[in-house]
């Protein structure tokens, strides 16, 4: 399969961004518009006069890329051209669920034609690993540092999927880059589906989350197999599929102790309750979508 | 010399102003508009949405969008995506799109957006000043204020013209008085169709979004760039100056309606005292000039149509035999305390060999009635200034002292 986000752009090695934005490509095909917001994958790849998109690609701003698709979108149809192009927005897990959540709510509300990935890598890495609403209970950030009275974020993540599932988008999905065929087979579906459509994909940054370059995948994998990231599709409200981890179900602490970002947890003295928490939180995805 | 105004008097009908714009907006056939309502600019948009309804736009997506910042954001995409777009808001509905303005000039979309010019919060204020514009000043938009309800509607065709030419590709902001021109409803020709079609050629930009032809808008520029796309800019503005001057020609050669280019002017060729202003006051001081000159007051008006770019060596032309400049301004610079129109206009003199004195009022601050006595006044004070030079270079109008 060709890849239309060329090598040579300026992410990390192991990073999740190049392998989300490769995987996305791949599902919706060469004729796709990308819609981009600021972030860590906009920066890396188009450095001016460089660019490593093979489709045509714009970037606005940080808060509004539903928007600027619901535009694209309007334009096509305008202009006669919606059977020629798919519109594919493709931002961060800030972008889409803190900033841009007033962009993407307006988008699907509207009912546009086109397919929104949030590339969820639980911060704000291109500015230095801050939390973001995706941020999971816990994790020590730069703006939510564990410490002698804190063990991290204290809330868990937002349930950006629901949201969409309530906005009565036709097909909702979650994925990981963990599972490329998974995430490809996801973004084939979402854009080849009439109206506004949704694909979470959970993405571990190599940076922001303190874990070796050569690890992404299996991290990605292992969050899967904890139960902390259930694999589902919902269509018409409906969850119509599970990827179902059944008796291979690891404890989360075998997710934990992969990270730098939640080695506070091993080390300060109430760690092994904070990890029974996640555990329950693990617990509760495995009851609902019967992993 | 300026060209006569011709209108055709059998072609008037007397509409709402808002109504006059959303008609123009439509002859010009849009393919995106995307507005969301604020007073008083919803006229505009439930009118282009009743034309909707009713399929008198052709080939055009009306979007209603959920905030202002999404209006103009999604027409960054519809416009690099080919399409000629349209938009309306004003005071805080403008304020919002702040980040979005400098965003579609930075990357040369010829967006037109018609402002309902509008005070700014707080105090909340629906009514008329032009603060709301005047604070996006930096943003990169052309700035086109119009006197009349006649001016305006067709403004928007010329406003598509100088925005969309290749040498200029900048968006324009329209500016009309809210409620003063929005919802008035005067005698008007309805910007005609068929020689819209003559004047106004299809969008066809040379950049799209397209598979075909994979390009990337809004790449990142480090150090090494960032200063050449300003300086393009800049340019783009420099040689909008001339354009504003030939699409308001062209305009008069296919429709015989004429309201300036850069500037306007009225009774200024003997005129010791100039006053200059912009928008809907225009007609107040106009009426002003009329009576003073019955009584020998050699007093004439400048109308700045273009507040970006602006108008340096226009300006300079028409004041340089001057006695004294009064500057009306419906904004004031807070920390400054003067209006934009005031500093622009002693900026543009300075370094110089016109020595014309210069002075300013602040007026009309949220939707306050300029009258004509006011008018009378300011001017009774510009012949003092004549005679006994500047006391007070800059001043609010008409302030309350008991309300203080």
């Excluded at chain 2, 690099?80 to 303005?101: D, I, K």
Aim: net charge negative.
């Amino acid at each position: 399969m060709k890849s239309l986000l060329a090598p040579g752009h300026r992410g990390c090695a192991g990073c999740c961004d190049a392998m989300a934005a490769k995987f996305a490509l791949m599902g919706a095909g060469e004729d796709c518009i990308v819609i981009n917001p600021t972030g860590c994958l906009e920066v890396m790849t188009t450095p001016y006069p460089e660019t490593a998109w093979d489709v045509p690609w714009v970037h606005s701003l940080f808060e509004n890329a539903a928007a600027v698709g619901s535009g694209v979108e309007a334009a096509l149809k305008a202009l006669g051209k919606a059977d020629k192009a798919k519109v594919l927005v493709m931002g961060g897990d800030g972008a889409t669920l803190d900033i841009g959540m007033r962009s993407i709510s307006g988008a699907f509300e509207r009912g546009h034609d086109l397919t929104y990935v949030c590339i969820d890598n639980e911060a704000y890495m291109n500015t230095g690993v801050q939390r973001s609403g995706a941020t999971p209970f816990n994790a020590s950030t730069t703006t939510s540092p564990a410490g002698k009275v804190s063990f991290g974020n204290d809330r868990p993540k937002k349930n950006m999927p629901a949201i969409m599932v309530a906005h009565g988008a036709p097909y909702v999905a979650t994925t990981s880059i963990g599972y490329p065929k998974d995430m490809i087979n996801k973004v084939k579906k979402a854009v080849d589906i009439e109206g506004p459509t949704y694909v979470h994909a959970h993405a571990p940054c190599t940076t922001g989350w303190g874990f070796d370059t050569s690890k992404t995948v299996e991290v990605a994998k292992m969050a899967v197999q904890t139960g902390l990231w259930p694999l589902y599709e919902v269509e018409e409200g409906e969850v119509t599929k599970v990827r179902k981890i059944g008796k291979n179900i690891r404890p989360v602490e075998d997710y934990l102790k992969m990270q730098r970002r939640f080695k506070h947890l091993f080390t300060m003295e109430g760690g092994a309750e904070e990890i029974a928490k996640i555990q329950a939180l693990a617990n509760k995805n495995i009851e609902v979508y019967g992993l | 010399m300026a060209p006569e105004n011709k209108l055709d008097k059998s072609k008037m009908v007397v509409v709402e102003g808002s109504y006059a714009v959303a008609h123009a907006a439509k002859v010009c056939r849009p393919n995106v508009i995307s507005a969301y309502p604020i007073t008083p600019q919803t006229h505009i948009v439930e009118d282009l949405s009743q034309f909707m309804a009713d399929g008198e736009i052709p080939n055009c997506e009306y979007i209603n969008v959920e905030s202002e910042f999404s209006a103009l954001s999604a027409l960054v995409g519809s416009s690099a995506a080919g399409a000629r777009c349209y938009s309306a808001t004003t005071s805080q509905g403008l304020e919002l799109m702040h980040e979005v303005l400098f965003n579609i000039s930075g990357m040369r979309l010829p967006v037109v957006m018609t402002i309902a010019n509008r005070a700014v919060s707080a105090p909340i204020s629906i009514w008329n000043d032009h603060q709301d514009a005047i604070s996006q000043r930096d943003t990169g938009w052309l700035q086109l204020y119009a006197e009349n309800t006649q001016e305006i509607s067709d403004m928007t065709a010329q406003a598509y013209k100088i925005s969309e030419d290749k040498d200029i590709l900048m968006p324009s902001m329209t500016c009309m008085d809210g409620f003063i021109l929005s919802h008035v409803y005067e005698p008007v020709v309805l910007l005609e169709q068929d020689l819209t079609d003559e004047f106004l050629p299809a969008y066809e930009p040379e950049h799209v979004l397209d598979p075909k032809n994979p390009l990337s808008f809004g790449a990142f520029a480090d150090p090494n760039y960032y200063t050449e796309f300003r300086y393009l800019q800049e340019q783009a503005m420099q040689k909008a100056l001339k354009k504003i001057e030939d699409v308001a020609n062209e305009f008069y050669d296919v429709y015989g309606r004429y309201y300036g280019g850069l500037i306007d002017e009225y009774r200024t060729d003997d005129a010791d005292i100039i006053i200059m202003a912009m928008g809907s006051i225009v007609g107040t001081i106009k009426d002003v000039i009329d009576k003073l000159r019955d009584r020998n007051v050699k007093v004439g008006l400048l109308k700045v149509r273009s507040f970006r770019p602006f108008p340096v060596e226009a300006i300079k032309n028409v004041v340089k035999d001057a006695k004294v400049v009064v500057v009306l301004d419906k904004n004031i610079s807070l920390g400054l305390n003067e209006g934009a129109l005031f500093t622009e206009t002693k900026s543009s003199l300075y370094n110089t060999d016109i020595r014309v004195p210069v002075v300013g009022y602040m007026i009309g601050h949220g939707g306050r009635d300029i009258k004509i006595d006011t008018i009378e006044k300011i001017i009774d004070e510009a012949e003092e200034v004549m005679k006994t030079g500047i006391k007070i270079e800059s001043q609010f109008t008409d302030v309350k002292e008991e309300l203080l």
